[in-house]
């Protein structure tokens, strides 16, 4: 079988005008490849809800998407998703239900996105109702949660009957699964880096048997043909929507506004990564992608910043504003304050855990490349 625990379409709980539409393209991309890729059980993560629950119900008709949810309804408290489904595998029924967290963040963030039309139930509660319900019909009860490790433990310890809680939410990757009395948490980490293996058997004289591992979505694995050219249409209609129109800044505030005082920094930096981001984004076709350039560019979607719609020629690669900060008022002035050093929770930003991997660790290493 194949379940998700949530978050599976976007990656923020917020959008700006000029990137809503490439977000729904994206959307439209997962859904997709998710019906491609044939899935049993999709649990209903915040970020899910960015763009309106309407996205969500269109996605889960066009592509016939298996979306569960126990405790998500409307304002008349009638359930907006199937609470669980049944599958059959092998022999042995398995039900399998999905719940969001319900902590006051979680409740305020689903009603700020959805403007109060999606409610978030009590977890505790949905859950004891759907596995009262499927107790004497089922083999095996199977918990697609997005709340967290922490209140995953709680859900165990609270809600006799689940078998198994495939988590999310707090992007842990768990391999050994994590035992609350006859329960399993799992967990997968985030953005499609691994893929959770859970095998479970049922043995007449062993009982039930349980084996879990994380396998590392590398480079090694051959991509799917179909799911590349579903990826090569999307990035094409991207283009088509932001490609045709590409402008200048106007007034620029770009490198070039600083090599007159920093000739010295400005040569050094045009033999960085920095100076080439938006170059590999090219070579990668994704140079209107809005999830990639705000680590490709400078100051993206802020005031003066790129623009995913403007496409501001000038404003591409990382330049010196993309660390040092707004310079405006450093480049009017005729004795300018010296700019402030950006440290290591500025490199963070882009050179997160699952896009650098050993920065934090090797954080002078890589300082020592930017140097100027």
């Known amino acids: 079988m194949v379940v998700d625990s949530g978050d599976l379409f976007f990656e923020k709980d917020e959008f700006s005008e000029s990137t809503r539409e490439s977000a729904l393209l994206k959307a439209h991309l997962v ?23 309407g996205l969500i119900k269109d996605l889960e008709k066009k592509f016939n998407l298996p979306f569960v949810s126990a405790n998500l309804t409307d304002r008349k408290n009638i359930p907006l ?19 969001m967290g319900d902590s006051a963040e979680m409740v305020s963030t689903v009603k ?4 109060g039309e999606v409610m978030v139930q009590d977890t505790i509660k949905s859950a004891e109702s ?20 922490g209140r995953d433990w709680v859900l165990a310890r609270r809600v006799p009957g689940i078998d198994v809680i ?5 992007k842990q990757k768990i391999a050994e699964p994590r035992r609350v009395e006859k329960t399993a948490i799992v967990q997968a980490g985030e953005k499609g880096q691994y893929l959770g293996l859970l095998q479970i058997s049922f043995d007449a004289q062993a009982g039930r048997t349980q084996r879990n591992g994380l396998i590392p979505l590398a480079g090694t694995i051959a991509d799917d ?10 990035l094409g209609q991207v283009t088509d929507l932001h490609g045709a129109e590409q402008k200048a800044s106007a007034p620029p505030r770009n490198s070039a506004s600083c090599v007159a005082c920093h000739e010295r920094q400005i040569k050094a930096w045009h033999a960085t990564g920095h100076a080439h981001a938006y170059d590999a984004l090219v070579k990668r076709g994704r140079q209107f992608d809005p999830d990639c350039l705000p680590c490709h560019t400078t100051r993206f979607d802020e005031p003066g910043g790129f623009s995913v719609k ?11 504003e993309s660390c040092h900060g707004d310079a405006s008022g450093h480049i009017r002035m005729a004795k300018p304050p010296v700019l402030g050093r950006p440290g290591k929770q500025a490199c963070l930003t882009c050179h997160s855990p699952d896009h650098s991997p050993a920065f934090e660790k090797e954080y002078d290493r890589y300082s020592q490349k930017i140097r100027h």
Request: glycine share 12%; hydrophobic share 40%.
């Open 166 to 170: 495939v988590g999310g939410h707090d």
């Open 130 to 149: 759907v596995v009262k319900e499927l107790t004497g019909k089922v083999d095996l009860v199977i918990a697609l949660t997005h709340q967290g490790v």
């Open 81 to 99: 998703f199937r609470r669980y489904v049944l599958k059959k595998v092998n022999g042995k029924t398995v039900g399998i239900f999905g719940v």
């Open 310 to 320: 403007l496409q501001q020629t000038d404003l591409v690669q990382v330049q010196c």
């Open 31 to 53: 859904g997709r490849i998710y019906h491609h890729i044939g899935c049993d059980a999709l649990n209903v993560g915040e970020r899910d809800l960015a763009l309106g629950v």
């Open 112 to 115: 700020r996105m959805t403007r």
């Open 225 to 234: 043909s179909e799911v590349q050219s579903m990826i090569h249409d999307y």
